[in-house]
């Protein structure tokens, strides 16, 4: 029997009273990456402010699980403590605080949230370096300013740091590779690959096929216009990309 | 703005509620009669069994005082005080068989303390701060006055002071702050109760940062604090002031003076972390905080640094200034002001050159929240003959919510062309988008916004003494708990 991450059923989702989810349906078994490709305006970063749970994103119909349990319940922050991670598509300054501050908060935050005893500056730093690392991210990094002054390839960078650091259980990367050029694609490509795992699911939010030939999804769904209009394998990408989303529309 | 309506509507559940020093020690008061007059000027007087000389200074400024009327160009509202229904004088009955050691002090004085985290204790010996706490108006315990004593530096009560150092007290008593500077500053020159003296000799860097704790405890009495620090040439002394006050309804009087002398090369570094009680979320009780405090820079080469975390009060009209006389002279300003509430702070600096190559600087950072209003006033003034004056002043406000105020009056006169003068101003607000970045991360909200308002004030917190930046980056978190979050 399949073991469900996540589960939308008939999603309907209004900002300012205007309906922009009409009715998604859309599910992803633990241990799979899905992608959901579509064109601006299609309700994309919609969805994502939804799962995170945004203010302002009202459901209207429809409902979300996850693992089982009615997602809609849990406020933003104790989404993220039992494992809900969004990467931004545009991550946010915020002046004045190290970047290391921010981890350091975050990652206690969380732990004390889950009962956890929270980390110490040493350990902290050290669980950080080693994840680091990998991202090509520095130590002159960690200590400027959040964001302030990064460039598009490093903020996309430090939000798969803190993915790696959080350990989400259902990951949520919103149009990460806008802004970036092909190697920093491939270096944070490389850092979700490295994440994939088969107690964790993802679900990979884009405009472009590009990044799916760098992050291969277990699924490809369609969304235009607020609704998925069709599902697929990996190749569904490359379909798209070939025929554009006009045709998958009128199909 | 949703997430900031919110915010704000948490905010005013929290507020009142979240004042932590809230409380009131029960002890026996040894009061003057409600209400001044020439005999409550000499009841305190001989209490503090002063020489003439004092007496006759205090009686002065009382005679000057009954002349000069309150000034109104703050940016502060407030019912006209009665200055004739409240106590001019309050001392724990304790005092009067004046303790020598900790163990002959009260122990609910000591409980206080306590409760307040005020450092009496071992640890904080340990840590290496003097700690000379006011309890209302009389200093009850002195310590480390020994290792003081060895480097020659007089840290005590300016009411010992008074009485084992009348050559120095007269020679500068008065002379940054004269007398009948400003109406409180003159009310203060009357009746003030004590406060702190300092001497730090010439060419002595002292030991260790002296501190002081004040604090407000009978109900109905005006605090008149009185400090005044001397470096003598060549010297150097960080002095940190900290204050908080117990729960209260109606409202008290606070006018504090402080002077500092910097002679030639001299430098004195002078931090205030003032924590009173702000009010409830009505508007209703708070403390009323009118303080002069201003710095003469008289010597060729001295500096003089101010640096304050404002989160208390029902009103702040405070402006630490410096008087950059000697040539070369260097003033500094650093500020934070949190307003919440109905809080209203009117508060900034006056940098006044009138050496040669004398520099200052100016940082200040005004947070409002609730129906707060956070006003910057602050004064640069170039005199003729203060050839190539430099002063660089950067003026940051932060909004919470939507119905609260932050308003910036600079004012610049310059008299000499050689100066250059710079002016930076912004006002910014937290984010939507800021906010929910951080709940994605499992950041509440309350943590959120004390995490970005300290990120916005870190350019002054870097500032404080290192034992002080951490009290004081907890003390944002919790007026922001009671003022934000």
Redesign the interface.
């Known amino acids: 029997m399949t073991e469900w991450m996540l589960e939308i059923d008939n999603l309907h989702v209004a900002v300012d009273g205007k309906e922009i989810l009409k009715g998604i349906t859309l599910s992803i078994p633990t241990g799979e990456v899905h992608a959901v490709m579509g064109p601006n305006g299609s309700g994309k970063s919609t969805l994502s402010y939804t799962l995170?749970?945004?203010?302002?994103y009202e459901i209207t119909r429809g409902r979300i699980l996850y693992q089982g349990e009615d997602l809609t319940k849990l406020?933003?922050?104790e989404?993220?403590?039992r494992g809900v991670?969004?990467a931004?598509q545009?991550?946010?300054e915020?002046?004045?605080?190290a970047t290391l501050?921010?981890l350091k908060?975050?990652l206690n935050?969380?732990r004390r949230?889950r009962r956890e005893t929270e980390l110490d500056a040493m350990r902290v730093l050290k669980l950080i370096r080693e994840k680091a690392k990998a991202l090509n991210i520095g130590e002159e990094m960690l200590k400027r300013?959040l964001n302030a002054g990064f460039s598009g390839g490093e903020k996309k960078r430090l939000e798969i740091l803190?993915m790696a650091i959080?350990e989400p259980k259902l990951a949520i990367l919103d149009e990460t590779d806008s802004g970036l050029d092909i190697d920093a694609l491939k270096l944070v490509a490389e850092g979700v690959n490295a994440l994939r795992a088969p107690t964790r699911a993802m679900l990979v939010i884009t405009h472009y096929q590009r990044l799916l030939t760098h992050i291969v999804p277990n699924r490809v769904h369609v969304l235009t216009k607020g609704r998925i209009v069709k599902s697929g394998g990996s190749d569904l990408a490359l379909e798209l990309e070939a025929s554009g989303y006009e045709n998958v529309e009128a199909a | 703005m949703v997430a900031v309506r919110e915010t704000t509507e948490r905010v005013a559940d929290l507020a009142g509620e979240k004042y932590k020093y809230g409380f009131v020690t029960d002890i026996e008061m040894v009061r003057a009669e409600r209400g001044l007059n020439e005999n409550t000027v000499r009841f305190i007087s001989a209490k503090k069994g002063e020489p003439e000389w004092m007496l006759e200074w205090r009686l002065e400024a009382f005679q000057r005082w009954k002349e000069m009327t309150e000034p109104k160009w703050a940016r502060v509202h407030y019912p006209p005080i009665d200055y004739q229904n409240a106590y001019y004088y309050a001392a724990p009955k304790s005092q009067s068989d004046a303790p020598k050691s900790l163990d002959e002090v009260d122990p609910k004085l000591l409980e206080t303390y306590q409760k307040l985290g005020i450092p009496l204790s071992e640890q904080k010996l340990l840590a290496g701060v003097a700690v000379d706490a006011v309890f209302d108006s009389v200093s009850v315990a002195t310590t480390f006055k020994a290792k003081l004593t060895e480097a020659g530096v007089i840290f005590c009560p300016i009411s010992e002071a008074i009485r084992a150092y009348p050559d120095l007290v007269r020679k500068y008593l008065g002379t940054v702050v004269p007398v009948t500077d400003n109406f409180f500053a003159t009310l203060n020159s009357a009746v003030f109760s004590d406060g702190t003296f300092v001497y730090v000799p010439k060419g002595v860097r002292c030991p260790m940062e002296l501190s002081t704790y004040f604090r407000i405890n009978a109900s109905e009495t005006g605090q008149f604090e009185r400090t005044l620090i001397i470096a003598d040439e060549g010297s150097y002394v960080s002095y940190l002031e900290g204050c908080t006050a117990p729960k209260r309804d109606e409202n008290q009087l606070h006018a504090a003076v402080v002077e500092l002398v910097a002679l030639e090369k001299a430098e004195i570094k002078y931090s205030t972390v003032q924590n009173w009680y702000p009010g409830d979320a009505e508007g209703k009780g708070g403390i009323y905080n009118f303080v002069t405090k201003r710095g003469d820079c008289r010597g060729k080469g001295s500096k003089i640094s101010w640096t304050q975390v404002e989160t208390g009060s029902a009103i702040t009209w405070k402006y630490p200034s410096c008087i950059l006389r000697g040539d070369d002279t260097v003033g500094e300003f650093y500020s934070i002001a949190i307003t919440n509430n109905f809080q209203q702070a009117d508060t900034g600096t006056k940098m006044i050159h009138l050496g040669r190559n004398t520099r200052s600087r100016i940082v200040s950072k005004g947070i409002s929240a609730g129906r707060a209003q956070n006003t910057y006033r602050g004064l640069v003034s170039v005199h003729p003959r203060a050839e190539n004056a430099r002063n660089h002043t950067q003026c940051d406000s932060l909004l919470i919510g939507s119905h609260c105020g932050a308003h910036t009056v600079p004012y610049i006169e310059s008299r000499n062309q050689t100066a250059k003068l710079e002016h930076e101003a912004t006002t910014s607000k937290i984010s939507d988008d800021q906010l929910f970045y951080c709940l994605t991360r499992g950041i509440p909200q309350e943590e959120a916004v004390a995490l970005i308002v300290n990120g916005f004030c870190r350019d002054v917190l870097q500032q404080l003494p290192m034992e002080f930046a951490v009290e004081a980056q907890k003390l944002v978190g919790i007026s922001l708990e009671g003022s934000v979050g």
């Open positions: 995170a749970g945004r203010e302002g406020a933003p922050e989404r993220a403590t991670f969004l931004l545009y991550p946010v915020i002046p004045g605080v501050t921010f908060t975050a935050a969380q949230a300013p803190q959080f």
